[in-house]
C-alpha cells in the first residue's frame, strides 16, 4: 500500500477541534477549539497536567475515541486530507503504516505471546505487503537502529524477557519500521527510571532526524519537552492556552498558567527557605464543572470579575506574526518580568540530635528454587549492602536511586515489616532491627511512619477518610474516646489543610492531591517523628506536587520531624532536602549535604543521574552523559563495584579493579563520602553537570 | 364444568394480531441477524439486493402466517377468518407506514431497520398482551352477569349456587394464564412497590441502586425478586398456591392443566390450572411450594460457603507459603472429587448412621462464629470494652443457633450434648446442605485467595502494616471490602449453582423426601412419562429456568454497573 507521496505542507493540522466524551449524565467536553499544526520533521510538545485533554487529541488523531467518544467540531487534516471523511479502511491504512503511536506503558503495548520479531515484521508485512525476508531484515536493521544489543537475540525473545528500557526502545522499533511520518509519543518515558529516560529520549531525538518523521510529544514534564521539542502547546482544561516556539515560550511566556507551571516547580535556584516554591491556589476543574469564561480564572493572579468571566476568550497572537499566540485576555496588560512576590521567608530549622542511626545494615532474601519442598538451590539476592548514615532531627534526608536500588527493602526493614539480616538501626539509641512490628511499642510503631508514592492506592477506599484518620489514632492509643478522636482527627485535617467536611467523604471523592494530604495525617497521627516519604510527590500534577512538598516542609519545621525523602527526581531533592544520599544496588554510592552532592566531584552515577534529570530552564546548560544498558539484577548483581557495567569513569582506574573489589567507602570532606575507586586526582577533574548560562548567573 | 382455556373468553380476539406481531418479530429478528453477519456496512447496489430480500421474506411469512392459520378452525381460540384478515391488513399497514417512515434507512441498511421493525414487534406483543390482560380483568364478571339476567326471576337458585357459578364462570372468563396472573397478585404488587421505592431513591443506594440504571440487571432482579416473594407468601402466609402441596383429588391424575375438580367443595378451587400429577396432585401448588424449599436452602448454603470460602481464603492468600500450600490442596482434592459420587456417599443410609453429615455440620456450621468473632475482635482490639459488648451481642445468639442446629435429639443422632434446643433440621435439608456448602466452599475458597494476593500489594495494606495492625484485621477490614465486587457477582452467580446443584440431587432422589416439591424432584417425577403427558415436568422446569436466568442476569447486571463510575 502506497503513502501519500508530494506532499510539502505541513503533515498535521488541527483546526479548531472539539472532542466530547456522552455518558449516562451528560456530555463531558474533553477537548475544545484546539489548534496546531505540525510541519514536516517538527517535533511539538503538548504539555498539561493531567486531564487537560492532551491523550485525548492523541487518541482524536488516531480516531480511536472508543465508544462513547466523538468529534464534535473543527477538523483533523493529514497532509492535506481531512480525516473525518476518510473511510475505515483508509484509515487502516493510515494507522501505523503513515502515524504511529507510542504509549506509556510499553509492557501493554507489546503482545506478550508473540515473539518480539514476528511483532516488528508484521508492520510492513500488513502494510506494504513485503515478504517475509524482507520484513526480517528491516525488523533487524531497525532493531539495530534502536541501539539494542545483540539483535538477532532480541528478534528471538518474547516480550517479558526484556527489560523496561528495552520494552520501551522494542515499540519505538516498531512506530519506526513502516516509517512513519507522523509519530505520536504518549508520556513515552513515564513509567521509566531517569537515567533509562534519557537514554530513551535521546534515541528518540537522534531517530527523528535520521529519518525526518514528525513527532508529536505529550507530557507533563516540561524539562522533557524542553529537550526534545521545536515548539510547544500548553493545554489547560481541554484547550491550548499558550503555543509558540519553545525558546519564545519558556522565556517569555504569554499566559498566567504557563508562568504559575514554571513557578511551582523546583528549577536550580529555588530553595525551600529563602525561595520556596509558589503553588498554583484552587483545583483543577473538572469538565462538567468548567467556569465561564477563562478556564484558568478562578485560579488566576490576574483575574479580573467581569471581563476574564464574561465571555469564551479566543486565542490571540501576541506578536501578529501567528508564531506566538495565547488564550489570554490581559497579556498585554500584565507584567510578565515583575519578580516573584516574595513569599514569606521562613528561617532554616535547627538540626537537632540524632535520632536514627544506622550501622552496616544488611538486608538479603533467600529465594528458594521450589518453594513446596523447600529444595533446590537458593538464590540470595543482596537487595542492601552495608547502608549506614545517621538522622537528625528537623532533617531532610533525602535517598535518591532508581527502582532496584534497594530504597524499598530499607524502608520496610526501618519500619519492621521485614528484619535486618546483619547491622543496626538505632532509634533513640535502642535496637530495633531485629523487633518485628508485632513486637515493637505503641510509641516506637507510631515514632516511625510512611507516605505512600501512590495516592490513588494508599487509602482504603471503603472507608471514609474521617474513620481511617481516626482507626490511626485508635491504633496509637490516642483519645480517651471517639469523640475525643473525632477532634483530633479535625485537627489532624486542619493540619494538612483539608476542609472538615472531608472527614465523612470516600477517598474516591477526593483528587490525587487531597488523598495525598489524607495520608500525610494519618502519617503524623501518632505524632510521628521519623517519616519515611516514599516518592510522595511523583504520582502528583506539576502544580498540585508544590503545595504537597510544602506542607510538608511546613509540619516538619513545626514537628521537628526527621523526614527520609525517597525519590528519584534530583529537582526536587536538590530543593527540599539538607543531606542526599544516592543508593545503587544495595550501596550507598555517595552520601553528604546537598551542596556537596551536587556539586563536584560526584560519584560517577551521581553524575549520570544529574544529567539525566531533564530542567526546564533555558539558561541551563548540561553536561550530556547518557548511560549505557540497564540496572543489573539484584539477584545477579556484577563483581566488584556495582556501578562497573555502566561507569564511564571506569578505564581510568588501573588495574581493572573496579571489576574485582567493591570499593571502600571514602570521606571527602567531612561529611562526604562516596563509594569509589577513582583517585583524587581523577575526582577533581570533574565537571560540574549543571551550569547557569553566564547572563543568569550574573543577575 | 367445562375445563379452562389459557386464553380466557377474550384470547381469541387478541390471538390473530398477537399472531402477526409475532410473526414480524421472528422473521425480522432473523433478517437482522442474517444481514449483520453477511454484512455490516454494505455498499449501496448491495444493499438495495437486502432491502428485496428483506421485504421477500416479509411476504413469505405473512402468506405463511395467514394460509397456516386461518386453516386453524376449531378448538377454543380459533380466530374468525374476518378478524384475521383484518390484522393482516394492519401488520402490513404498520409495516408500510414504517417503510414510509424509515425509507432512506432502508436501502441504506436493511439490518438496522429490520432491527428496528424487531423491536416494535416485540413492543407490540408486550402492548397486546397487556391490552388482553386489561380486557379480561376488567370484563370477567360479564359471563355471570349475562347468567344471572337470563335466569328466571320466579325460580332463583340458593345464593351459594350464584356465588359458586360466579367463581367458576370468572375462572372460564380468565382462562388459565389470567388466573394464574391473579394468584400472583401479591408478588405483582410488592414486586411494584419495591421497584417504585428503589428507582426513586436509586442514586442514595450504592451499587444496589446502580442496578436500577441496566435493563439487564432490572430483568434479573425482577426474576429473583418474583421467586422471592412467591417463597415469602406461599411460606409464611399461604397465599399463592390453590392447594396443598400433598393433598391428591381422585380422578386428576395426569390430567392436562385447566381440568376442572370433580367434586370440589365450595372451599376447594375449583380447578388444577396448570394440571396434575401422576399422583393427583396439583402441579401449579406443587411448584410455587418448591420455591420455598429452594429460596430458603440455596442463599443460606451459599452464605455458608462463603463463610468458609473467606474464613480460610484470606490467610491462605495473606500469609502464603506452606499454609496457602497445604489449604489449596485441600480445596483442589475436594474439587477433584466427582460431585455427584461424594453426594451419593454422604447419603447413603449407612454413612448418616456414622453421623458423618452431623459431624461435618459441626465444623461448617462453626465457620460463621470464627469469621464474626474475628471481624469483631480485630476491629475493637483496642478498646476492650466495646469490643466484649459486640462479641457478646454477636456470638451468643449465633452460639445458641449453632447449638441447636447441630443437636438433633433423634434416635440415630450422634450429637445431643446441649439441652437448649429450639429447632431441628430435618435429616434430609442437613444433608443436602452440608453436601452443598462442602462442595461449593473450595471454589469461594481460591476466589478469596486470588482476591487477597492481588489486594495485599495495595499501599493502603502497607500502610496498616506499618501502624502496626493484626493481620486479621487487615484481612477483614482492609483486604475483604475491597474484594467485595467480584464477591458479590459471585455470590450471585453462586445461588443460580446451588439452585441447580439442589435441583440435581433432588433429580437424583438424594437428600429431599421423595414427596418433596422441590423443583428438582418434581421434575423427575415428569421425567417417567414425559412421552404421554409433558405437562407435570415443564413448570418446575420453567420456573428453575427462571430463578436461575434471573440471578445469571443479575450478576451481570452487577458486574456491569459495578465497573462504571
Redesign the interface.
Known sequence: MSKIHDYSGPILEIDKLSISFFT?LREIPAVMDFSVKVAPGEAVGLVGESGCGKSTVALGVMRDLGKNGRIVGGSIKFKGRDMERMS?DELRDIRGNEIAMIYQEPMASLNPAMRIGKQLMEVPMIHEGVSEHEAYQRALEVVTDVKLPDPERMLRSFPHQLSGGQQQRIVIAMALMSKPSLLILDEPTTALDVTVEAAVVELVKDLGKKYGTSMLFISHNLGLVLETCDRICVMYSGEAVERGDIETVFNNMQHPYTQALFRSIPLPGADKNSRPLVAIPGNFPLPHERPPGCNFGPRCDYFEAGRCDADFVPMADVNGDGEHETRCLKFREIDWNAPIAKAEQKGKAEVGKVVLKMDNLKKYYEVAAN??FGGGEKRVVKANETLSFEARESETLAIVGESGCGKSTFAKVL???ETATDGEILLDGQNIEHTP??N?D?KT??D???V???PF???????TVGSQIMR?L????IGANDAERRQRMLELLDLVKLPRAFADRMP?QLSGGQKQRV?IA?AFA?GARIVVADEPVSALDVSVQAAVTDLLMEIQRNEKTTLLFISHDLSIVRYLSDRVMVMYLGHVVELGSTDDVFAPPYHPYTEALLSAVPIADTNVEKKHIVLEGDIPSAMNPPPGCPFQTRCRWKDRVPGGLCEKEVPPVRQLTEGHQIKCHLADAELATMEPVIKLAENKAAE | MEPLTWFGAYGSSFAPLLMVLITLAVVCGLCAALLAFTNS?PATSFSLFNGIAVLFLLLVGFSYVYSGLSGAEGGGMAPSKLGWFLATIAGLGVFAAMLARFMGTFFDDPAAFAGTIFKWAIYGVGAVVALWLLVTLVWQNAAHKEWLAGLDPAAMPAAEEISQNEAVSRLHSRGIMASIFVRFTPVWISLIVLFAVSIQFKRRLGLYGKLF?SVIGMIGFGLVMFWVFTAVYVGLFDWIATHPPLEQVSGMKNKVPGTPLRGATAEQYPFYLLGGDPLARDIFSRMVEGSVIVIRIAPMATLFAFMVGITLGLPAGYYG?KLD?FLSFLANLILAFPVILLFYLLVTPEIVLTGLPQYMALVLFLFPLIFFGVLINSRFR??PQKNYMWLAIVLIPLFLVYASAINDPGANSKIRFWPLDFFDIPGGILVVFVSVVFVNSPTVFRIVRGLALDIQT???V?????????PWYIML??IL??A?GPLIVDFCLRIGYTTILLGTLGFFGLGLPPESPDWGSTINEGRKLLSIYPHPALPPAFALLTLVLGLNLLADGLREESLK?
Open positions: 449516562r475505515a518453594a513446596l519500619m519492621g515489616l512490628i508485632e515493637r505503641t510503631v507510631a516511625v511512619q510512611m505512600f508514592q501512590n492506592d494508599t487509602l482504603n477506599p471503603s472507608m490511626a485508635d491504633i496509637f492509643g474516591r495520608g494519618r501518632g | 456496512s440504571d507459603g500450600t483496642t478498646q495495595r499501599d493502603y502497607a500502610a496498616a502494616q506499618t501502624r502496626g495492625e493484626r477490614w482492609e471490602p475491597n467485595r463510575d
